[in-house]
């Protein structure tokens, strides 16, 4: 596919994305600015490490913001990382260009005194769940990440799409993401030593990128596997190029993370519909309604996780159901054309304010 490059003269928003490595903040830019668009606002991402149907601006481009847009006071620039704040508050400041600064925060702590410096010199801020909007000192939005329905969904055959995996049993139950203590990886391998050996219809399924300084984590749950005799049900398929085909693969979807920022797999799952057991990291209590789409609890608390997922291997038709629940739940309130249409209206909010 071609690289969408945009013009300057046809951008009122730019979203700046200043790390080349891929992040949760660059899948969100991947997935909203195409969205956002399509929505009618004229946006474009400026950076590295973004796929060609993004729409892009060159970085010669940015000499073009000392015009206006045309019919605009400003053009907006949506940072969400710190580099980005502060690449606009020079642009705006310094170099007096017509720019307003969004920021959205992610962030699940106490800022430190830079960023929160940084973010009162926002124009408008949004924060990414209720927990992370705690966080913040400033009058923010709420604005909950959204899903994409079309490439998110179920499979039109469970039973077919796990049988195609060749793995053991009948059911999987999946945990995706970097494997990592962050991530509570070592939460659900625990889980799954305890619970496996008397569910034998059930394989659990890890996927995600292991970094070098991780190498030793994801060795030493790979050796406790072994140790239990589960190598062949507890199964690393490493970071895949699609892993959609993974949730419409899996019954029930674990998210154990010690803390996120937000954390989309949740979403993701139940998108697919698919049931999940979570931490209640990041914005998970704001995704899954326990009881109807999957279950919360204590961050950290593995032997809580372990006990929340024990019901799910018992009886996969809660998984099933629940699932079927889940997946109407993300259709009414996760749609990614809510989260963009949230953005844009916060903008529009923005260039109406008298100066």
């Not at 209720?130 to 913040?136: K, N, Q």
């Not at 937000?262 to 914005?283: I, K, R």
């Not at 032997?303 to 159901?321: H, M, N, Q, S």
């Amino acid at each position: 596919m071609a690289q969408k490059t945009a013009d300057m003269a046809d951008t009122d928003v730019i979203a700046p994305n200043f790390k080349r490595r891929l992040s949760g903040v660059t899948s969100t830019i991947v997935q909203l600015v195409p969205v956002q668009r399509r929505l009618g606002m004229g946006i474009a991402a400026l950076g590295a490490g973004l796929p060609d149907q993004v729409a892009q601006l060159p970085w010669k481009a940015i000499t073009g913001l000392a015009r206006r847009p045309e019919g605009r006071k400003f053009r907006i620039w949506h940072a969400r990382r710190n580099t980005e704040m502060l690449a606009g508050i020079m642009l705006r400041d310094v170099f007096h260009l017509p720019l307003r600064l969004v920021f959205t925060s992610a962030a699940q702590r106490h800022h430190k005194p830079f960023t929160k410096w940084l973010i009162t010199r926002m124009d408008r801020v949004a924060a990414t769940s209720s927990r992370s909007g705690s966080y913040l000192e400033v009058p923010h939005h709420v604005i909950l990440h959204g899903i994409d329905l079309e490439r998110f969904h179920p499979p039109d055959d469970k039973a077919r799409a796990f049988a195609e995996t060749g793995l053991p049993g009948r059911h999987a139950i999946g945990c995706f993401g970097r494997i990592r203590h962050q991530k509570g990886t070592d939460l659900f391998v625990d889980a799954m030593i305890t619970l496996l050996p008397d569910h034998p219809e059930w394989t659990a399924v890890i996927s995600g990128r292991v970094t070098a300084e991780h190498q030793g984590f994801a060795g030493d749950l790979k050796n406790r596997i072994a140790r239990a005799g589960l190598s062949e049900r507890i199964v690393f398929i490493g970071e895949v190029d699609d892993i959609r085909p993974w949730y419409r693969t899996i019954s029930l979807l674990v998210a154990p993370s010690r803390n996120e920022g937000f954390g989309l797999t949740p979403l993701e799952a139940m998108a697919s519909g698919v049931a999940a057991v979570t931490s209640d990291a990041g914005a998970y209590p704001d995704l899954v309604k326990t009881g109807q789409t999957g279950t919360t609890v204590t961050a950290g608390d593995g032997a809580a996780l372990t006990e929340a997922i024990r019901p799910y291997l018992a009886d996969p038709d809660l998984a099933r159901k629940q699932g079927k629940t889940a997946l109407a739940h993300a259709r009414a309130h996760f749609a990614i054309e809510r989260e963009a249409l949230a953005l844009n209206t916060l903008y529009e909010e923005l260039w109406a304010e008298k100066e």
